[in-house]
């Protein structure tokens, strides 16, 4: 009896020791608001360190390329042969440019390696010879998109997205159910679709009501085929209608439109969605040309010349999609909306 008292005593001891019974808890460090500024202070000091080491400046210009057709024998000056749509894309992909769609340009979510440049490739007018599927859905690879994911494949890193400016030819697609192919391809893909008009008529004499009819009707032909309402507007030939504001925002019966950016054709690049300069009404786009004629100026080629010969002044992200870094000195070129994500170094 004296003994199981004793191993019962032995016992309680023992549970005591191991379970830390009658011992004081660990105190839990206390953070204090001094510590949390502190150390947001450090991670914005490394943020700013490195968006310095790839001079950032997301206040900079982007270019944003226009094509059309990408055919063999060129018809018009707007026309690039296969060969010199590969070149242009190469071309970027050696200056460090990475593709951007136009609704992550206007919407500002650019999210792209660190020191790399956005760019926004943009194509008018729904060609075949930007996008065509053979009977079995795959992609004919000599055509404009073809070209890109080529490209893209050799080269890590380049993404093959662009956006596509439809007008009711739809690819060369007249059948509902083919131009539902088309579209949920460019879904599937990465591919972003714009508004550009039903007919691509010249907008700027055009009434109220014909403006939005030409700009509502196509916008309804595209989410009744599957792909979701339009982000961006491209304006036929870049002229604008009497008032601006009707190509960015309108309705016509039961539809609405509200663009959150719409497009010119010429000349210069575009200011950066955080800058001042920055206006949805009108966004630059550049022609996709060799340097001939006014294209000695004013053209893809010219204008890619004279970012690289000026880096100063070419959009350059810092690899954060949540922060917009630039040299402090730019600080006033800075939308007021876009404060709390300035990250000046």
């Known amino acids: 009896m004296r003994l199981r008292l004793l191993s019962g005593v032995g016992l309680i001891a023992v ?18 608001k001094a510590d949390m500024a502190a150390k947001l202070q450090q991670v ?23 094509f059309h057709r990408v055919i063999k024998n060129p018809a018009t000056t707007d026309d690039r042969t296969p060969e010199q749509f590969r070149g242009d894309l190469e071309r970027l992909v050696k200056d460090g440019y990475v593709p951007i769609t136009a609704a992550e340009f206007v919407t500002g979510k650019i999210d792209i390696p660190a020191g790399k440049h956005a760019v926004v490739l943009t194509f008018d007018d729904s060609s075949p010879s930007q996008l065509t599927l053979d009977e079995m859905g795959n992609l004919a690879p000599d055509t404009a998109i073809g070209i890109l994911r080529d490209v893209a494949a050799k080269n890590p890193g380049f993404r093959p997205v662009a956006t596509m400016y439809v007008t009711r030819d739809m690819f060369g697609k007249t059948e509902h159910d083919e131009q539902a192919q088309m579209l949920l391809w460019l ?37 009744s085929l599957g792909a979701a309402k339009p982000v961006t507007l491209a304006l036929p030939y870049g002229n604008q209608p009497h008032n601006k504001k009707w190509a960015m925002h309108g309705k016509l019966g039961d539809v609405a439109y509200d663009h959150s950016g719409v497009f010119l054709a010429g000349y210069t690049p575009a200011p950066a969605p955080f800058s001042k300069s920055f206006d949805p009404l009108g966004i630059p786009r550049i022609r996709a040309m060799d340097k001939k004629g006014d294209c000695t100026q004013f053209c893809s080629v010219a204008w890619l010349d004279w970012l690289k010969s ?36």
């Open 310 to 345: 000026n880096p100063d002044m070419r959009y350059t992200s810092d690899g954060d999609p949540a922060t917009v870094a630039f040299p402090k000195f730019k600080t006033p070129f800075l939308r007021t909306s876009f404060k709390t994500w300035a990250l000046a170094y």
């Open 187 to 223: 879904k599937d893909n990465g591919f972003d679709i714009g508004n550009h008009t039903r007919d691509h008529i010249n907008l700027h004499s055009r009434s109220e009501k014909e403006v939005e009819e030409q700009i509502t009707t196509i916008q309804t032909m595209i989410t």
């Open 15 to 32: 549970t005591a020791v191991v379970c830390g019974c009658g011992s004081e808890p660990a105190k839990k460090p206390v953070t204090t």
């Open 44 to 66: 914005k000091a490394a943020k700013m360190a490195a968006a310095a080491k790839v001079k950032a400046n997301e206040l900079g210009q982007i270019p944003v390329l226009m």
